[in-house]
């Protein structure tokens, strides 16, 4: 039940959004997608958009990068080349292990950082050459855009959301 | 928003302004066309840089040997500068991350800044570490890559290893941080670019980012992850930076307390160096609602307070120094090493620019004065150069055996380079300040309505910061004029 057509209501204040928001929600209307030039805070709540589990991924990415550090020291410093370096100790490990903190430290941020920035950037489908596609630039600035999809009842919505303070409410074809 | 704020707090954004506003006042230094002033700064600085890299090309060329380095002082002007440099950086951290954690809303004014001084300063350290080498083409020898050698490896063990780990994860790390946190405002600039080049680059520069509420849900959850993450990796990255002299056994290196004492030092420093340069951007970049009177004074505030942190650390290096009841410590510190050797007037200098200069920012008169804030970063700066010296070159001058006794004086190219490194930055901070959005957009739109000078008169006054909305479906226009 895809339908062609969208309806576009700006408004230009974020707490009479919310407001907007909660109120097509109440309608049990399906919002498509909310623009805003700044996070509106409470708007995932009130859209009712599923928590981000980002913070998980850069938890295990950050495991991952910790064993790394403890697999690659322990690896180059006691299997491969177990040599005496100044006296430090090189028959396991652990006896040689304080000297490996700072590294393991380091790489477990790295994986940590890195892995779960990319990570936000694939899931939100962010890359260099990657076309921006908010419907209208005004809603970079000072403007913000509630997509609602139409199903034979265009007239009921509008009404209601000329209701809740929309500034200007546009009917779309999305191809 | 809704949010309560008590009456006490000081508005964060001056006069009366809009959404709009802000866009407009963020975009006109990127909009408009540099001036004479810039045009003549910049060209100092690229001056300096030229001059700066033709003493880098001169060193690799001929050999360290041109530097005033000797057999006994191996290390001076350059791992000097790169711990000054490095420690500049770590403000910026402070302030996107520490202050983040904390929720300060004042932050949000300069941390765009904050993080571009970063990133810029890790740079000019990250050329120390490089070219102090005697072989630097052999530079990457430092990375732990499978070879040709039977699989030669690095040893784990050095703090200089720790270093090239510390430094290049704080750099990719700052940078991603800092870029992520550009995306709304580089989409803001590309959403308003009316010249066809400007808009492709800055939608090359945006990521495509259309600004959905989910976009931004995960953009919050990001930035507050990279906080925490932030926060200990700019307190391990100096921290590895002090180990370099912490782990060694040279009395007056060989000290516990180097780690959180060089990480006050570098927040002191770092602050201070924000301050040198808000004090100018503020006014030729006209954000002088966005970076108030305030801002100021919260810095110098933060700047007192790093400030008594490294005060407290000489005064237990001395009491140690007495206490170990070492000769070699008690020689370095006590006796003609630090205060009345040869280097005395570096000593003295460290003691006047760090520890009693910044104590005038106790009066609030003076930390609330934009020109004394200036004089007294600048001379933080000087000030926390000289500490580091002082440490390095001090310590290395009389170690434990006298005939090994010597002094060190820097050549020109030494000089040279330090000041390349100074004209780089300049270079690069005033392309950024030329192309970049300077304060951060987006999130300074969310604290309009909680710390807004004319939101919170109005709160005041009992009137919501919410329009009502009349049955047109527009909202009240009374809400501005």
């Avoid at chain 1, 928590?51 to 998980?56: C, D």
């Avoid at chain 1, 020291?73 to 292990?97: C, E, H, R, V």
Wanted: glycine share 6%.
């Amino acid at each position: 039940m895809e339908s062609s057509k969208v309806i576009h209501a700006f408004y230009n204040d974020d707490e009479v959004l919310m407001d907007a928001v909660k109120a097509v929600k109440a309608e049990h209307l399906h919002i498509e997608e909310v623009f805003c030039p700044f996070p509106v805070h409470g708007l995932d709540k009130a859209m009712g958009l599923a928590p981000t589990r980002l913070a998980i991924t850069a938890f295990l990415y950050g495991i991952t990068g910790l064993a790394f550090a403890i697999w690659m020291t322990n690896y180059m410093m006691i299997q491969d080349w177990p040599q005496d370096i100044g006296g430090k100790p090189n028959f396991s490990w652990w006896a040689n292990m304080p000297a490996f903190v700072p590294i393991m430290f380091e790489l477990t941020v790295f994986f940590a950082a890195h892995l779960m920035v990319i990570t936000f950037y694939m899931r939100s489908r962010l890359w260099p050459f990657k076309e921006a596609e908010n419907p209208d630039p005004r809603t970079t600035d000072d403007h913000f855009l509630m997509e609602i999809p139409v199903n034979n009842n265009e007239a009921k919505i509008i009404d209601l959301l000329a209701s809740t303070g929309a500034v200007e409410i546009n009917v779309v074809d999305k191809h | 928003m809704s949010h309560y704020e008590a009456p006490i707090r000081e508005p964060l954004v001056l006069g009366d302004k809009s959404y709009h506003d802000i866009t407009e006042d963020i975009a006109k230094p990127i909009e408009g066309v540099a001036n004479k002033n810039w045009y003549i700064a910049f060209y100092i600085s690229l001056a300096a840089t030229l001059w700066g890299f033709g003493c880098i090309f001169y060193t690799i060329g001929t050999g360290i040997g041109v530097w005033g380095l000797n057999k006994n002082i191996g290390w001076a002007w350059d791992i000097t500068n790169f711990v000054w440099w490095v420690g500049i950086g770590h403000a910026g951290t402070l302030i996107s991350a520490v202050l983040l954690l904390f929720r300060q809303k004042w932050r949000m004014a300069i941390n765009r800044s904050a993080e571009a001084m970063t990133i810029f300063a890790v740079f000019q350290a990250g050329l120390f570490p490089l070219i102090h080498m005697g072989r630097p083409w052999n530079g990457y020898w430092v990375l732990p890559m499978p070879n040709q050698f039977g699989s030669l490896w690095v040893n784990f063990n050095s703090p200089l290893l720790w270093d090239v780990f510390a430094i290049s994860t704080y750099l990719s790390v700052s940078l991603v941080f800092w870029w992520t946190g550009l995306l709304p405002d580089f989409a803001m600039i590309r959403d308003r670019a009316v010249k066809p080049f400007q808009k492709k680059i800055y939608a090359l520069l945006s990521f495509g980012w259309s600004g959905r509420a989910k976009d931004w849900q995960r953009f919050e959850e990001v930035s507050l992850v990279l906080a925490g993450l932030a926060t200990p990796l700019v307190l391990s990255v100096h921290t590895i930076v002090s180990m370099d002299f912490a782990t060694s056994i040279n009395p007056g290196w060989h000290s516990t307390i180097f780690p959180p004492y060089f990480v006050a030092g570098a927040i002191f420093s770092g602050f201070a160096m924000v301050q040198t340069l808000l004090g100018i951007m503020r006014k030729v970049t006209n954000l002088e609602d966005y970076i108030t009177r305030m801002h100021i004074e919260y810095m110098n505030i933060v700047i007192i307070l790093t400030g008594g942190i490294v005060a407290v650390a000489y005064a237990t290096e001395f009491f140690i120094a007495w206490y170990t009841g070492s000769p070699y410590e008690n020689y370095t510190y006590l006796s003609v090493g630090a205060a009345t050797g040869p280097y005395a007037w570096a000593f003295w200098s460290l003691i006047l620019f760090n520890i009693i200069t910044p104590q005038l920012l106790w009066i609030k008169k003076f930390r609330r004065s934009f020109v004394i804030t200036f004089i007294i970063s600048i001379a933080i700066n000087i000030g926390m150069w000289f500490e580091r010296f002082d440490i390095i070159a001090i310590v290395l001058s009389k170690g434990h055996l006298p005939s090994t006794w010597w002094r060190f004086e820097p050549t020109f190219v030494d000089v040279g380079i330090f000041v390349g490194t100074i004209g780089f930055f300049g270079v690069l901070f005033l392309l950024y300040a030329r192309t970049f959005p300077v304060i951060a957009q987006a999130e300074v739109k969310t604290i309009l309505k909680s710390s807004g000078e004319f939101y919170k008169k109005r709160r005041e006054q009992g009137i919501p910061t919410k329009p009502a909305i009349n049955v047109a479906g527009t909202t009240d226009k009374s809400n501005k004029e």
